[in-house]
């Protein structure tokens, strides 16, 4: 079994695939850590899946699953939770603007023992100002709501232990809230900056209508979450309640 599962949601990015599988694997390949990487496709109309099995028979390290009809990054990432073989979970967009080569800073951060999340920032975000102002104002309405901080919610890499994510609810826009829903739980979290880079292959699959408006909702729905959430209780050996 790997130690370390890198999750990859995909959906029409054939152009991104093969670069950004090449760059995963030279990250990887330079850490001590034994490693794969899953391609969770999302019902692709394009030639999304003839490129994930093509890469996956070149590279037994990269693997891949299929969902016969879309349902979205936050399902897609679910699966892929619950399919990774490692005790250490990341995350990356297909898009190619995250940049695969700051995994191994983000595992030796982790590996630490110190926090349970490492979550990325995005230093220098090559974005349209449009999406730099959707995100600005979703992470801040986040925030307020949910009385978190965490500077980049949207930043889609990131390495976790695997315990933190096998509780976690699972909704349309929990990709949205990740750290926020980990830290819920009570594990610790640390954030630490990352490259991002404009996309140049393929077409963005977000805009101001399912981003900023969607996210409000979903901020609220959370809120209630926070508001209603009680702990589960378990009796240890010595019959002692914990938490």
């Not at 899946?49 to 693997?63: D, F, K, Q």
């Amino acid at each position: 079994m790997p130690e370390v599962s890198i999750i990859v949601p995909v959906m029409n990015e054939e152009e991104s695939i093969p670069p950004l599988a090449q760059e995963v694997s030279q990250a990887l390949d330079s850490t001590q850590w034994d490693w794969e990487c899953l391609w969770i496709d999302d019902a692709s109309t394009d030639r999304t899946p003839e490129v994930l099995r093509s890469l996956a028979a070149a590279s037994p390290r990269h693997r891949w699953v299929r969902a016969t009809k879309n349902r979205g990054q936050s399902a897609a990432l679910a699966a892929g939770f619950r399919l990774a073989g490692g005790t250490i979970l990341g995350t990356l967009d297909g898009d190619g603007q995250n940049n695969p080569a700051d995994f191994p800073a983000l595992l030796e951060r982790l590996a630490k023992n110190d926090v349970d999340m490492v979550n990325g920032i995005r230093a220098k975000r090559q974005d349209t100002w449009v999406r730099k102002l959707s995100s600005k104002i979703g992470n801040g309405f986040r925030n307020g709501l949910t009385h978190e901080s965490v500077s980049d919610v949207g930043c889609a890499i990131r390495v976790f232990r695997r315990e933190c994510v096998e509780r976690i609810p699972v909704f349309r826009g929990m990709h949205r809230f990740l750290p926020t829903l980990v830290r819920m739980q009570g594990y610790r979290i640390t954030e630490q900056p990352v490259d991002h880079r404009p996309r140049e292959r393929g077409t963005t699959k977000y805009g101001i209508g399912n981003r900023l408006w969607v996210g409000i909702g979903d901020t609220l729905a959370v809120r209630w979450m926070l508001r209603r959430m009680v702990w589960d209780l378990s009796t240890t050996a010595d019959g002692q309640e914990g938490k």
